[in-house]
């Protein structure tokens, strides 16, 4: 279930435990030792994330609770600033809800209109209709890297292209893609990218919004507070510039440093042999499941789309994917996501309710996903032959 969240390496539990036992001091607050040092360990590890999506400058990297977060903080900034009635956002039917219900809110509140890219028969994003959709109304683009349940990859450069060609902004939604391939910020051309610290090998409670700062620096403030404001009076204040502007009250700093250290972990892995491990795992774990009986499996295959992730939403004939998924984990102890993992409309569009979710990361080995998909077909046949 990697794609949910990830394991944390020994680096990064132990940055975390360091970080609490010897610096643990607010930030940006003190000119003692401890809180020095704590800002030190939390600005270092901007820098950090900064260098690891290859931002321009660290002051491009605000720090969120999680993707969600960083999302919704466009949406009622800049969104809220910039987008008005007769306006349009355009996203696609795969979206995560994180990147769908924030928008939802922000039309039902400034009386834009939501419009949407459907899927291919091979489950990748069908962008045929891309120049009938993107017109001079349109203000945001909001899209996913990758998919959390059918794994494409999708055509960001393609639609980077098309959405400045009218004026229109970009936001991504990285969460599948930053902690399993290399990603380059300024090589996408995109105005925002988000990503959560927990699918990165780093803690839970941090993630990070990248924006270009002249983006950022348009927007109004997310939430007020401390930390974020220049000078404060009794009728009004001016903020500060950014990062810190979106930045308001105490920081989750520790989680921040730790975030550094998977930043860290992940870069001496490199990136790029992590996407090619991954390549390997997807290969196995589709073409094992494809042995399955009665198993539809959605999304590009590894051949349709080398860059998809290693994962693979899929169902079984007459099997419900909540009762496979308790039964696998009770057999062999598999950590297998079973509902509609955040996309409901992706799964009407699919025609089902439900799926079940197989998700490896570069530390799984074949040998697991043997036992993993081994597990899958002898719970199926045995749910099929109490059906019957």
């Given amino acids: 279930d990697n794609a949910a969240t990830s394991h944390k390496p020994v680096q990064v539990l132990a940055e975390l435990d360091r970080f609490y036992r010897a610096d643990n001091s607010n930030v940006h607050r003190g000119m003692h030792t401890m809180s020095i040092r704590a800002t030190e360990a939390f600005e270092g590890a901007r820098a950090r994330v900064a260098k690891f999506v290859n931002a321009a400058d660290p002051c491009e990297i605000v720090f969120t609770r999680n993707a969600t977060e960083a999302i919704n903080l466009v949406a009622r900034t800049w969104a809220r600033a910039k987008v008005g009635p007769g306006d349009e956002i355009l996203l696609t039917v795969m979206e995560h809800h994180s990147n769908l219900v924030p928008w939802q809110m922000l039309a039902a509140e400034v009386g834009c209109k939501l419009r949407f890219l459907g899927l291919t028969p091979e489950g990748t994003l069908d962008c045929s209709e891309l120049d009938d959709v993107l017109t001079e109304r349109t203000r945001l683009v909001s899209l996913a890297h990758v998919s959390n349940v059918l794994g494409c990859a999708n055509p960001v450069a393609a639609v980077v292209r098309r959405a400045r060609a009218v004026g229109a902004r970009v936001l991504l939604d990285a969460c599948q893609s930053v902690p399993h391939a290399p990603v380059d910020v300024q090589a996408l ?48 204040s001016t903020w500060a510039d950014i990062p810190h502007k979106f930045e308001a009250g105490t920081p989750a700093f520790g989680e921040a440093a730790a975030l550094g250290a998977a930043c860290d972990y992940l870069t001496g892995l490199g990136m790029g042999r992590v996407q090619q491990r991954e390549r390997e795992l997807t290969q196995h774990l589709w073409r094992r499941l494809a042995e399955v009986p009665g198993i539809t499996m959605y ?85 099929r032959g109490f059906a019957a």
């Avoid at 990218?193 to 403030?221: D, N, Q, T, Y």
């Avoid at 490896?360 to 036992?371: G, P």
Wanted: a negative charge; aromatic letters at 6%.
């Fill in 189 to 236: 051309g995109a105005d925002w990218l988000v990503a959560s610290g927990h699918k990165m090998c780093g803690p839970s409670g941090i993630g990070f919004l990248w924006g270009r700062a002249e983006v950022l620096r348009e927007a109004p403030p997310f939430l007020g507070g401390g930390e974020m404001i220049d000078e404060v009076g009794l009728e009004a």
């Fill in 299 to 383: 999304g590009p295959t590894p051949e349709q789309d080398p860059h998809r992730a290693s994962l693979c939403a899929f169902n079984i004939e007459g099997v419900h994917p909540n009762d496979l998924a308790t039964l696998v984990d009770q057999e062999k102890g598999i950590a297998m996501r079973a509902g509609h993992h955040c996309t409901q409309p992706l799964h009407k569009e699919l025609g089902v309710t439900f799926s079940a979710r197989l998700s490896a990361h570069f530390y799984n080995t074949e040998e697991e996903i043997d036992v993993a998909v081994a597990t899958v077909k002898d719970v199926a046949e045995m749910l």
